[in-house]
């Protein structure tokens, strides 16, 4: 998570929303890292989750990211949860929940709905959610 918060802390000297995220292969190697982009690329998909993992399937040769583990500082949305299956990564570690947009557990739960034909992630939460939390109220706090 440690990686996942200097992601963020870029975004948020960027001017972007400070959520970072990488994803780890079976060994704990990080393959692909990433912090939002949407302002600065401009790109709608830039979300922090999304550009690890397009970097992840980039060095695996592969858009299967099985074994492989995403760790990120703000819950996913739908989107990236939808990528997050589509990636077929096998764990997803969270720092902090997003009781207005996440996807993996808080609003919705894309992750674990039986109706999509999809193995079920293993996700864990809250893991240095008081630092991910704060660099968010830091960021929106200086924005206004």
């Given at each position: 998570m440690g990686l996942a918060l200097h992601q963020?802390?870029?975004?948020?000297?960027?001017?972007?929303?400070?959520?970072?995220?990488?994803?780890?292969?079976?060994?704990?190697?990080?393959?692909?890292?990433?912090?939002?982009?949407?302002?600065?690329?401009?790109?709608?998909?830039?979300?922090?989750?999304?550009?690890?993992?397009?970097?992840a399937a980039a060095a695996r040769g592969s858009r299967m990211?099985?074994?492989?583990?995403?760790?990120?500082?703000?819950?996913?949305?739908v989107m990236c949860a939808g990528t997050i299956l589509a990636a077929r990564i096998e764990r997803v570690v969270i720092g902090t929940?997003?009781?207005?947009?996440?996807?993996?557990?808080?609003?919705?739960?894309l992750l674990r709905d039986g109706r999509l034909p999809h193995a079920v992630p293993e996700v864990v939460g809250g893991v240095r959610a008081d630092e991910c939390a704060a660099l968010l109220r830091a960021f929106f706090e200086h924005r206004r």
């Open positions: 963020a802390r870029e975004a948020f000297e960027a001017g972007e929303i400070p959520v970072g995220a990488l994803v780890l292969d079976a060994d704990g190697v990080v393959i692909g890292a990433g912090g939002n982009a949407r302002e600065s690329v401009p790109d709608p998909t830039g979300h922090a989750e999304v550009l690890a993992i397009r970097e990211l099985d074994g492989c583990t995403l760790v990120v500082t703000l819950e996913p949305c929940w997003d009781e207005k947009a996440g996807a993996v557990g808080s609003v919705y739960d």
